[in-house]
């Protein structure tokens, strides 16, 4: 092997002559002429050297390799490019685009592989390959029309291509580094500037290089785009309810397909019936008593309140209650409502509150419905009823139920503390369903007739009486006999008020015992027995206790007074009265008094 030889000085890159300056001839001392010396050897071309071949090799017989070819340039430690930046002493050169070299294997036309002449004042680069030893193989020529390798030495060609002419190289500008493998003129050496420094053999990367190639800019990465947990949790529970729900009815189909076999369902149905129902069932009852109720609203100054009645005939008088008319007083509001949906207004006509009952009258209606009356004397216990009013506002409602008791005697009302406001009735007891708003309406029995006026029921919710309490029915309702609410109707509609019957005396309202005994006081400043009334001819005196009406007994004097009102005045009655001990029976004809 060859032992490695000791670096030499590293040439001066620069060869600009300067011009000599006074006073320097002294200068030139032994080190600057070791430095021409090494300028000129380098510039000298190399001995050859002779090959020297393994000997085991030639011992083989085998064909000794041809060596590499020898790099043009010595390589460079500090990397300086093909073509380097502009000098510190001189402005950039111009531009000049050098012609492609082919790459090492391309086809070329004949005649371009002929290098060109070097310009004038150019000086000519010696011959970097030494002289093959002799007997050595040389390698083959080139294929014509192909680019040798980098460093063969081609023979020399027939001249340049017809009609195309070399291009000339251009000068380098003063001060600037010419183009990598560019001649220089020869010229005097800078003493102070350095030798040229060896390039080392181009290398692939520099033989596709071309710096006036436009290089387009990288394109700018693609941010991903990034989805947020939340949003992540979003979209699984969307698509999971989605799925949810196409499963579902999927599933819900499948199972009414596999229910129904696929086919939809048709249930039988009976066809309409448009038959009329028997006139005594309860159908029959409402739809031939229906036309003729009506539903009763009222407004005054301080309160309102909603009830029902019916019509008395063709006149337009309506049959109701007291206390449902009770809140107009005398300048309120009262609206009647027909089965029809028909409206009109209504007034007083009378009302009196002993009976609690009013009847009011409409103007200018026709196509009225008055309802048949029957006849309550006629009605027994467990007789078929139905009720029909407005209960709780909700117009229309019926009811049915059965007669559970007669001669009922209750009160009802009581607000004011002289008791004028409390009504005596000797009451029909039914178990139809009557509630707040059924006040005012009939009680009709199977042939459509009615026998009461539904006025009170018993509630649920204190216990302390009778008066429409809010409590609801508890199958106790209570009407007005049609006996005597026919008789104040009338009274009412041709007088505007009502006779009730009266005995002449005044009775002990707080008498705990049995029976009703009549008052040692009278009211005010009179005697508790009218003089000349119908107790005084029936010799009742102040203390006696009356304990039966007609054969009936009686247990206060709230009893008494509501037999008493259920007849009328003129009627002669049987009372049995206790005095002393002693028991009796007093014939008498009751009185009138006329409600005020």
Request: proline share 15%; with cysteine.
């Amino acid at each position: 092997m060859d032992e490695p030889k000791a670096p030499k000085p590293k040439p001066k890159w620069w060869s600009r002559p300067v011009a000599a300056r006074p006073g320097d001839q002294s200068s030139d001392t032994a080190e600057g002429a070791e430095e021409r010396t090494e300028a000129a050897a380098a510039q000298a071309p190399p001995e050859p050297v002779e090959p020297v071949e393994p000997v085991d090799a030639l011992m083989e017989g085998r064909v000794p390799e041809e060596p590499a070819p020898r790099p043009l340039h010595e390589p460079d430690p500090y990397s300086t490019p093909p073509y380097g930046g502009p000098g510190p002493w001189a402005p950039a050169p111009p531009v000049q685009h050098p012609v492609a070299t082919p790459a090492q294997g391309t086809h070329v036309p004949p005649g371009m592989a002929q290098a060109p002449p070097p310009a004038p004042g150019m000086a000519q680069a010696p011959p970097q390959t030494p002289p093959p030893a002799p007997g050595t193989p040389q390698a083959p020529p080139p294929a014509p029309g192909m680019t040798p390798p980098h460093g063969t030495t081609l023979p020399p060609a027939a001249g340049p291509v017809p009609g195309q002419s070399a291009p000339a190289p251009m000068p380098p500008h003063p001060g600037m580094t010419p183009p990598h493998g560019t001649q220089l003129p020869v010229g005097p050496a800078d003493p102070h500037r350095p030798a040229p420094m060896a390039q080392p053999a181009p290398t692939a990367q520099w033989r596709g290089y071309d710096p006036w190639t436009v290089v387009p800019p990288p394109a700018a990465p693609k941010t991903p785009k990034t989805v947020s947990r939340r949003g992540a949790w979003i979209a699984v529970l969307l698509i999971a309810l989605v799925a949810g729900c196409v499963g579902g009815g999927i599933g819900a189909y499948a199972e009414r397909d596999n229910a129904s076999g696929g086919v939809d369902v048709k249930l039988p149905q009976a066809p309409v019936e448009k038959e009329a129902r028997a006139p005594g069932s309860v159908a029959g009852i409402a739809a031939s008593s229906l036309p003729g109720v009506v539903t009763i609203h009222v407004r005054g100054s301080s309160e309102e309140g909603t009830g029902t009645g019916f019509v008395l005939d063709k006149q337009g008088h309506i049959l109701t209650n007291n206390h449902v008319v009770q809140p107009a007083g005398a300048d309120g509001d009262i609206s009647v409502t027909f089965n029809s949906g028909q409206d009109a207004k209504a007034e007083i006509i009378g009302r009196d509150t002993g009976y609690d009952l009013a009847v009011v009258k409409v103007d200018r209606v026709s196509g009225l419905t008055p309802l048949p009356l029957g006849n309550s004397d006629s009605v027994r216990v467990g007789d078929p009823v139905v009720a029909i009013g407005a209960p709780f506002d909700l117009a229309g409602t019926v009811t049915s139920g059965i007669i559970s008791a007669k001669e009922r005697p209750i009160t009802a009302g009581g607000e004011k503390e002289d008791g004028s406001d409390v009504s005596y009735v000797d009451a029909l007891q039914t178990d139809a369903p009557i509630n707040p708003g059924n006040s005012g309406g009939p009680l009709v029995d199977r042939k459509g007739r009615v026998i009461g006026i539904n006025s009170a029921i018993r509630a649920a919710d204190d216990g302390s009486g009778l008066g429409g309490g809010q409590g609801g029915s508890i199958g106790l309702g209570f009407a007005i006999p049609i006996n005597q609410g026919k008789r104040v109707a009338e009274e009412l509609i041709n007088t505007g008020k009502a006779a009730h019957p009266v005995i002449g005396v005044t009775l002990d309202m707080g008498y705990t015992g049995d029976g009703a005994r009549v008052n040692t006081k009278g009211a005010g400043s009179g005697p508790p027995v009218t003089s000349g009334g119908p107790g005084d001819k029936a010799g009742i005196k102040a203390g006696d206790v009356i304990t039966e009406v007609d054969g009936v007994p009686v247990h206060s004097g709230q009893e008494l007074i509501v037999k008493i009102r259920s007849h009328r005045p003129g009627d002669r009655l049987a009372l049995t009265v206790k005095r002393g001990g002693k028991k009796r029976t007093a014939e008498l004809t009751l009185g009138s008094a006329s409600s005020g």
